[in-house]
């Protein structure tokens, strides 16, 4: 008796150490994550795994390149030639080492821009597309809040250089970064290891700065921007996919360059290690409480942890929300009402006319049968009678 009672004591002693809770990853790696502001987004479905500190304003230094590149490439033509004025020339900072009056194609300064994180080439695509960086800035902001969704978001140049009114967050650059990766354009660029570069100023192969993307040293990396400058400190957008997850990891405000890339690779454990892509089928069909039929018209995808146990709930609005094995919300979709029977047969009845339309229609109808089939009966009396006349001759 006395050994049962150790045993058992000893086993509460242990659960009581060593809880099991499936959220001690979340809080494992936030101990992990050393910069001051982080998240990991789910780039297909918008769902957030993690997040630290990211609805915070923070300087992004040259993170904001992601923003320019591809608002260039949606809203300018990559075929157009641009050229160097003495304002890009003198950018300070990385540069591409472009000359005043040189010509260059729109593309080849986003390739400068993403992959040596040309000021430079920042300040070319802004006086090209808008006329001058202010007035870029005003349509590149509006663009970004109406277009891109971003909340937290107002940049003042295309490039990133420190103005303590150039402020972003790690949420808002992850939605800016899954907008982005939508673009093939801008997804074979953002992956480019290096490109040979010829300029009148600069002979050269450019290397991607984001090391992850140059050395590959991630498993399923797609692509990266880092950035620096004193008062943001190091920042970094990341991007992965493996099978049928597709991540995107921000750090923003890390003291030092290995510290953010060592923040990123740790996002990326945790995401792909904890969790996995599920879907809901197109035309599967849901009953609400008032016995109310919803159907889906697509695919639906969302999130949810590795075995993780879910429960769809419609609710009378039509919105199905996903819920894991803790009752938390996963994700939620507006489905389409079906419509029933009756309201079938009432759709129908507006299509047809009322009765009194029915028999104004009727009594028009034989009144004009009234004057038609006489009339008949006379021409084809009156060429009956042409023929027979016309036999006869013959």
């Known amino acids: 008796m006395k050994k049962i009672f150790i045993c058992v004591f000893s086993a509460i002693l242990v659960l009581g150490l060593f809880p099991f809770n499936s959220q001690a990853n979340n809080e494992n790696i936030e101990v992990m994550v050393e910069s ?3 998240i990991l987004l789910d780039a297909e479905t918008g769902q957030i795994l993690y997040e630290k500190n990211s609805k915070e304003k923070l300087p992004p230094a040259s993170i904001t390149k992601i923003a320019t590149a591809i608002y260039a490439i949606e809203k300018g033509n990559l075929d157009d030639i641009v050229t160097v004025s003495e304002n890009a020339r003198n950018a300070d900072g990385t540069r591409v080492y472009l000359e005043v009056g040189e ?5 080849k300064l986003i390739q400068g821009l993403l992959l040596n994180s ?3 080439a920042g300040v070319a695509i802004a006086e090209h597309m808008s006329g001058s960086v202010s007035s870029f800035a005003e349509e590149f902001n509006e663009y970004l809040a109406t277009e891109v969704g971003v909340e937290h978001t107002y940049f003042m140049n295309p490039h990133g250089l420190f103005h303590p009114e150039h402020v972003t967050t790690a949420e808002d650059m992850a939605k800016i970064t899954a907008y982005a990766m939508q ?3 801008f997804r074979e660029i953002f992956n480019t290891i290096e490109l040979k570069w010829s300029g009148e100023g600069w002979d050269t192969t450019i290397i991607n700065h984001h090391i992850m993307v140059r050395d590959q040293s991630y498993e399923g990396i797609t692509g990266g921007k880092n950035g620096f400058v004193d008062e943001s400190g190091f920042t970094l957008v990341t991007t992965a996919s493996r099978g049928d997850l597709s991540l995107i990891a921000v750090t923003l ?3 030092s360059s290995n510290l953010a890339y060592n923040d990123a690779a740790a996002l990326f454990d945790y995401g792909f290690n904890h969790y996995e892509t599920d879907s809901i089928q197109s035309n599967e069909k849901f009953t609400s409480s008032d ?3 919803f159907i889906t018209t697509e695919k639906l995808k969302y999130v949810k942890k590795i075995g993780e146990t879910v429960t769809k709930d419609i609710l009378s609005t039509g919105e199905l929300v996903v819920k894991g094995q803790e009752n938390q919300t996963i994700q939620s979709f507006k489905l389409e009402k079906v419509k029933s029977k009756e309201e079938n047969k ?13 028999e104004e229609n009727t009594n028009v109808g034989k009144n004009h049968l009234t004057y038609i089939v006489p009339f008949s009966i006379v021409i084809t009396s009156i060429i009956s009678i042409f023929f027979y006349f016309q036999v006869r001759r013959v």
């Open 36 to 38: 001051h502001s982080a």
């Open 103 to 107: 010509k260059v194609p729109l593309k």
């Open 118 to 120: 040309g000021n430079d």
């Open 183 to 185: 673009n093939e354009t």
């Open 253 to 255: 405000n890390a003291k």
């Open 291 to 293: 016995q109310t039929v």
């Open 346 to 358: 009432q759709m129908k009845s507006e299509i047809v006319s009322s009765p009194e339309i029915n």
